[in-house]
């Protein structure tokens, strides 16, 4: 009998070797091009396309990016003492085999909420006063005051209290051997080159079709384009140039995703070039041809933009669009008592008006956006550069070429992004009267009441401009055409995050 096992446990690993599972079928692959982690820390990092892989949270959100049950089956609001109670799916495990249970969302939560993590989802939790552990499958938050986006904040990866119990939330090995729920769980980890993901059999919502998912590290735009064009990927998240080379090439599909995300010139006011420059920021803003960029760098896939909330229920569009318009942005320096010299620059006590945008590396479209504000900034007379930085400098840069944008409620990346010294505000932007305006709207379910609130916060922003918003960009992916089950119209939110939001319905032929 032992003789017997013993063969067929070599059979099942030989035939694994080969791709082929124990009962005949082969197993699938689907390679997926991604940039580099250093780390897989959901607490800590949002935009990680691989987070909802390998976690849940106690809410999930659709494809219409409603919340729906996750790791929670229920939950119910007490308006009285201003209380989520969250009940929990019985019969969880983590990876390792060990249960799922309240004392790990209390644990997740109250890391996030800990300042000494320097988390920039912190702000989602801030009005928590208390976390008690009802049973083990029960829990329930108390705030201080109502937070209607609360629900989708739960969405946030749950976290092993066993496996990280006393662990620096920054630095722990465990963010490189991730243990989650997930409808996948971690293979492997060749660092700089790829991450393998196999499926996780006993998944809560039943085990996903395709076997494993490899993330290859492509961080360059061109290389994605090539590979995906040798076959070396089944699924690549290209420029707009790349992707229109795929459409109606046999083999391939072409998703041309709307996003929530956007793109703009952020001004660092901690830089003391800020200080004494703020009221120039309109004329910077005046000086940017949308369109142009719009066209040239997206070939039209996107839209231009003037604020945050675009694609969201409560944007307001009755504010200052700052409108390509160069004469009005060299009226804006001229009153704020700049001159123009012999050189075509602005100066104010005798000093050059201009700035360095900074920008990541790796990102061929920001670059191209970035330079061509530059031009466009200098056309009017002010000296602006770009430069892509080896580390990027939040605290002493002058500009960034950010992107931001949130497809749930309209409190995410607005709170944290505008919010004065809040998690994601990495401008170190301050303004009363947005504070004001995002607080009211975070504390009412009224619709109307949260309209109006919404509409001062987006009017004091554009009277403020903490960016010089420039458009918002579509998602261009293009997969081998024997991948099915792609949702083409999910709105996807930043870094075109979410395509994988129904994974375990994928299929490969």
């Known amino acids: 009998m032992a003789k017997k096992l013993v063969c067929l446990v070599l059979a099942a690993a030989l035939l694994s070797a080969l791709g082929i599972s124990a009962l005949g079928a082969e197993e699938t692959t689907l390679v997926y091009a991604s940039g580099d982690y250093t780390r897989i820390n959901p607490a800590m990092d949002e935009h990680g396309e691989i987070n909802i892989l390998l976690f849940d949270g106690l809410t999930a959100h659709d494809g219409d990016n409603a919340v729906v049950p996750g790791l929670a089956e229920s939950w119910a609001f007490d308006e009285e003492t201003c209380a989520y109670t969250f009940h929990m799916r019985h019969g969880v495990t983590w990876h390792d085999g060990e249960p799922v249970t309240a004392e790990d969302v ?248 201009g700035f360095v945008i900074d920008v990541a590396a790796g990102d061929q479209v920001r670059l191209d956006m970035a330079q061509a504000a530059a031009q466009q900034l200098r056309a009017v007379g002010l000296d602006v550069t770009v430069e892509i930085p080896a580390v990027v400098d939040w605290g002493s840069q002058m500009a960034y070429l950010i992107g931001w944008g949130s497809p749930f409620d309209a409190d995410d990346h607005t709170y944290k992004v505008f919010g004065t010294d809040k998690g994601a505000n990495y401008s170190g932007y301050s303004n009363a009267d947005v504070d004001r305006y995002l607080t009211e709207a975070r504390r009412s379910d009224d619709p109307a009441v949260r309209a109006e609130a919404y509409a001062g916060f987006q009017r004091a922003l554009a009277d403020d401009p903490a960016f010089t918003f420039i458009c918002y960009i579509d998602a261009d992916y293009v997969a081998k055409d024997t991948i099915h089950g792609v949702d083409p119209d999910k709105v996807l939110g930043h870094h075109g995050v979410g395509i994988f939001w129904n994974i375990i319905d994928w299929t490969i032929e």
Not at 123 to 130: K, L
Not at 159 to 176: I, K, N, Y
Not at 178 to 185: E, L, M, R, S
Request: hydrophobic fraction near 40%; charged fraction near 25%; glycine fraction near 6%.
């Open 106 to 353: 209390k644990f997740t939560i109250e890391a996030i909420m800990d300042p000494a993590n320097l988390s920039e989802n912190a702000p989602n939790f801030e009005d928590v006063t208390a976390i008690d552990v009802v049973d083990e499958h029960t829990i329930r938050f108390t705030l201080a005051a109502p937070n209607v986006a609360f629900l989708d904040y739960m969405t946030m990866a749950v976290l092993p209290e066993h496996l990280l119990a006393g662990e620096d939330f920054q630095t722990a090995d465990f963010f490189r051997h991730p243990v989650g729920t997930g409808p996948y769980k971690l293979e492997r980890w060749d660092e700089g080159q790829a991450i393998t993901l196999v499926k996780n059999p006993d998944y809560f919502k039943g085990p996903a079709h395709i076997d494993r998912i490899v993330f290859k590290i492509v961080p360059d735009d061109s290389a994605r384009a090539m590979q995906m064009r040798s076959g070396e990927l089944d699924l690549a998240l290209l420029t707009p140039r790349d992707g229109e080379t795929f459409t109606g090439l046999e083999g391939y599909d072409v998703y041309n995703m709307k996003t929530s995300d956007y793109r703009g010139i952020l001004f660092n006011f901690r830089n003391p070039y800020w200080t004494e420059n703020r009221d120039v920021i309109p004329a910077v803003c005046c000086a940017i041809d949308r369109e142009a960029i719009l066209e040239s760098v997206l070939l039209g896939h996107g839209e231009t933009a003037y604020g945050p909330l675009q694609r969201n229920v409560y944007n307001f569009s009755d504010v200052d669009h700052y409108d390509y318009d160069p004469a009005r942005a060299e009226s804006i320096l001229t009153a704020a008592g700049a001159e123009k010299q012999d050189d075509g620059f602005y100066y104010r006590n005798g000093e050059k008006l």
